[in-house]
């Protein structure tokens, strides 16, 4: 079974960079996939971040481009976001998805999500 | 970018009742490459993440109950629960694929109630 579970800080100053790692279980992320980061905010509802396939090739959000880097680390079976100079509007849950694939471009399994605060 | 647009905002239906929600593209969503719809629907319960349930505006995602239909073409879409159960209380929410650069965008989610 696929399992997706996210980790890093719950707290971040503002200005500073958000950053956290995806641990996939269950499938290698080297099989072909999509592999997607997404936000939910009360402000904002869902919000899509950006993706990355496993030779490395990344799309980004419009509205996040050049602040936001997504990368995979193929030995730790893991993916990670970076999201610089980050603002209270950045405080969300953050989740790590699997794109379905088939050309479907929707996600099939999510993590639990992890709840990042900016403040100072 | 691609404006999705959920109505109603909530919804009360009686157990065992049909319940509707509908999901309106500022764009088509509709590929003619694939004759396909790049629309989805999920349902998020409180503390959860969201489950897909259709994609292709009107293909079930597999386990999905088939009480669940998504329809729709184009701009218009809608999902529909033919027979209401305790369970199906979440929000949903419609999401489009626009490629080119690639961008997903989600409506703002339609609280479902008993």
């Known amino acids: 079974q696929v399992q997706l579970q996210e980790s890093g800080p719950g707290l971040v100053r503002p200005s500073g960079t958000l950053s956290l790692t995806c641990a996939v279980s269950?499938?290698?992320?080297?099989?072909?996939?999509?592999w997607d980061w997404v936000r939910q905010s009360p402000g904002k509802g869902l919000e899509w971040i950006g993706e990355?396939?496993?030779?490395?090739?990344?799309n980004y959000s419009p509205s996040l481009k050049g602040r936001v880097t997504i990368s995979v680390d193929k030995s730790k079976n893991q993916l990670s976001l970076k999201l610089s100079s980050v603002t209270a509007a950045d405080t969300a849950i953050y989740y790590c998805?699997?794109?379905?694939?088939?050309?479907?471009?929707?996600?099939?399994?999510w993590g639990q999500g992890t709840l990042v605060t900016v403040s100072s | 970018d691609i404006v999705m647009t959920q109505s109603p905002d909530s919804l009360a239906v009686s157990l065992g009742e049909r319940a509707t929600i509908n999901c309106k593209s500022s764009?088509?969503?509709?590929?003619?490459?694939?004759?396909?719809?790049?629309l989805a629907w999920y349902q998020q319960k409180p503390g959860q993440p969201p489950k897909l349930l259709i994609y292709w505006a009107s293909t079930r995602e597999s386990g999905v109950p088939d009480r669940f239909s998504g329809s729709g073409s184009g701009t218009d879409f809608t999902l529909t629960i033919s027979s209401l159960q305790a369970e199906d209380v979440a929000v949903y929410y419609c999401q489009q694929y626009s490629g080119t650069p690639p961008m997903y965008t989600f409506g703002q989610g339609t609280k479902l109630e008993i």
């Open positions: 998805a699997r794109d379905k694939g088939d050309y479907t471009s929707t996600w099939d399994f």
């Open positions: 269950g499938v290698s992320i080297s099989n072909g996939h999509w």
């Open positions: 990355i396939h496993p030779t490395g090739t990344t």
């Open positions: 764009q088509s969503v509709l590929y003619s490459s694939n004759n396909k719809n790049y």
